[in-house]
T-cell receptor, first 117, second 112 residues
């Protein structure tokens, strides 16, 4: 149980276009999901906390108009990178907490590698 | 400031040896967690230890927590080549609905 599916796993786009990444909890309800960005051989940088039915909470320095987050249901959160530029190329990972568990572990998607040409 | 910092940053051992990885943190925590990440993949939760626990075991994993020193260690016994991955500690300061703060990670290489 506790599987998180993230799509697409890889995406290549042209500069100026927008890209949407989906994060789904397949067998549990996730009231809270988290979006991270990871540079090669580095740690995860938390971008924002996505709360079902409300606005996302962005970390300092993360542009909310650039990285649009929507958490419309208890099983789906999306991250849209708007007007992507080569510097947005990165590995994006989502994670979720199981609302039905008292423990605090996170369940991660497999990540999405974005390459902006 | 970095909440979780692991050391060493990289560790290379022979298959069958034990691997010990350490994590230090700065503020009080509710629990500390260890995760594993294979290259280019998502993270997998390994083990969680609460602030009132001192040691926990799960299979070949043993984690300790010393809240007085604000440090934790992850021991992998009888390592296998398949244990090659990056390992991260993450601290949870406020419980079930809070965000985790991840350390920089340790790259473990297990030579067959």
């Amino acid at each position: 149980g506790a599987v998180v599916s993230q799509h697409p796993s890889r995406v290549i786009c042209k500069s100026g276009t927008s890209v949407k990444i989906e994060c789904r909890s397949l067998d549990f309800q996730a009231t809270t999901m988290f979006w991270y960005r990871q540079f090669p051989k580095q740690s995860l940088m938390l971008m924002a906390t996505s709360n079902e039915g409300s606005k996302a909470t962005y970390e300092q320095g993360v542009e909310k108009d650039k990285f649009l987050i929507n958490h419309a249901s208890l099983t789906l959160s999306t991250l849209t990178v708007t007007s992507a530029h080569p510097e947005d190329s990165s590995f994006y990972i989502c994670s979720a907490r199981d609302a039905g568990r008292a423990t605090g572990e996170l369940f991660f998607g497999e990540g999405s590698r974005l390459t902006v040409l | 400031s970095q909440q979780g910092e692991e050391d060493p940053q990289a560790l290379s051992i022979q298959e069958g040896e034990n691997a010990t990885m350490n994590c230090s943190y700065k503020t009080s925590i509710n629990n500390l967690q260890w995760y594993r990440q294979n290259s280019g993949r998502g993270l997998v939760h390994l083990i969680l230890i609460r602030s009132n626990e001192r040691e926990k075991h799960s299979g070949r994993l043993r984690v300790t927590l010393d809240t007085s020193k604000k440090s934790s260690s992850l021991l992998i016994t009888a390592s296998r080549a398949a244990d090659t991955a990056s390992y991260f500690c993450a601290t949870d300061r406020a419980g079930a609905n809070s965000k985790l703060t991840f350390g920089k990670g340790i790259t473990l290489s297990v030579r067959p």
